[in-house]
């Protein structure tokens, strides 16, 4: 979804590489230093797991100005269905890799920056991987966060949107919903899943009068996403989430494609097959956002 400096986790999307001020990503602090590891039993762990008491969690990191509005701690979850031929964290991509850590701990966490997510109206981002993952987890971190009057916001791709309750929902202030393609089979290709669950999942959050927030990203990639038809297929989507709730949908997110994971995959070895794939033109990018822009969408 932005800029990543490296070797920082970058979800879903990929980058920014025409980084305009608000997408600066400062890195002030990351990793899992100072988050205690729950050092327990594997049954104990399961059922924590499965009570959402314990996550499995790749890093994190605190940003500006990215991943949702001011100051963010964005936590990245381990674990992922998709395979985005674009991912630039293979490295979440199993939940198995992930650092076993106590929902309380990630809380307590937030809670010592809870200052500087008000006095800059930040608050915190939950990503990964999928976040959706580990449903039980997110709720947890998301009922802490508000319980403390913090800014919650949820990084997915709708692809396991079934997975957030209501209650989850109720507590999340934002989400950024990755659009990959609105073309199924480029969808498929791009994915190796089915859209209609994030389609669904856009359209559930855009019925909710209360909220929360939608963000659309997409990310485009020469070749591959940036076929005209596909671009204007996923406009009319954002813009059909506006239609259902005016001011439902606050932005969409044009996210040039960069090689900037190309390393990890290469660290994991998985073969990569978007090697030879260049950045769009920032006139490309520029061309698409008008689309988007057409439909009275706020864009950048
Ligand atoms: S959805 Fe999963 S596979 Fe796709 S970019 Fe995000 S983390 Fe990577």
């Given amino acids: 979804m932005a800029l990543p400096l490296a070797p920082s986790p970058l979800p879903h999307a990929a980058v920014r590489l025409d980084a305009p001020l608000q997408i600066d990503r400062r890195r002030a602090d990351a990793g899992l230093d100072g988050l205690e590891i729950a050092d327990v039993p594997r049954a104990e762990r399961l059922a924590a797991m499965r009570e959402g008491r314990l996550g499995s969690l790749h890093s994190w990191e605190l940003v500006t100005a990215v991943d949702g509005p001011g100051t963010r701690m964005t936590v990245f979850l381990a674990g992922c269905p998709l395979r985005c031929l674009y991912c630039h964290n293979p490295d979440t991509l199993a939940m198995r890799d992930g650092h076993p850590v106590l929902a309380?701990?990630?809380?307590?966490?937030?809670?010592?920056?809870?200052?500087?997510?008000?006095a800059t109206s930040g608050g915190i981002t939950l990503s990964g991987g999928e976040v959706l993952m580990q449903p039980g987890f997110a709720a947890r971190l998301l009922r802490g966060a508000k319980e403390l009057g913090v800014h919650t916001a949820l990084d997915t791709s709708g692809y396991l949107g079934a997975h957030a309750t209501d209650a989850m929902l109720d507590d999340t202030d934002?989400?950024?919903?990755?659009?990959?393609?609105?073309?199924?089979?480029?969808?498929?290709?791009?994915?190796?899943?089915?859209?209609e669950p994030t389609l669904e999942f856009g359209e559930r959050i855009a019925r909710r009068a209360s909220g929360p927030e939608l963000w659309i990203r997409f990310v485009l990639?020469?070749?591959?996403?940036?076929?005209?038809?596909?671009?204007?297929?996923?406009?009319?989507?954002?813009?059909?989430?506006?239609?259902?709730?005016?001011?439902?949908?606050a932005r969409?997110?044009?996210?040039?494609?960069?090689?900037?994971?190309?390393?990890?995959?290469?660290?994991i070895g998985r073969p990569y097959e978007l090697g030879d794939t260049q950045p769009p033109a920032p006139e490309l990018t520029e061309q698409v956002r008008e689309v988007f822009r057409a439909r009275g969408l706020t864009t950048c």
């Fill in 252 to 267: 969409v997110e044009v996210l040039p494609f960069h090689q900037m994971g190309r390393a990890k995959w290469e660290a």
């Fill in 221 to 249: 990639v020469p070749g591959l996403t940036d076929d005209p038809h596909n671009v204007e297929i996923v406009a009319d989507y954002a813009a059909s989430l506006e239609r259902i709730r005016p001011g439902a949908v």
């Fill in 104 to 118: 309380e701990e990630v809380l307590a966490r937030i809670a010592r920056y809870a200052p500087i997510f008000r």
């Fill in 174 to 195: 934002l989400v950024l919903l990755d659009v990959k393609s609105g073309d199924p089979d480029t969808y498929r290709h791009v994915t190796g899943r089915d859209l």
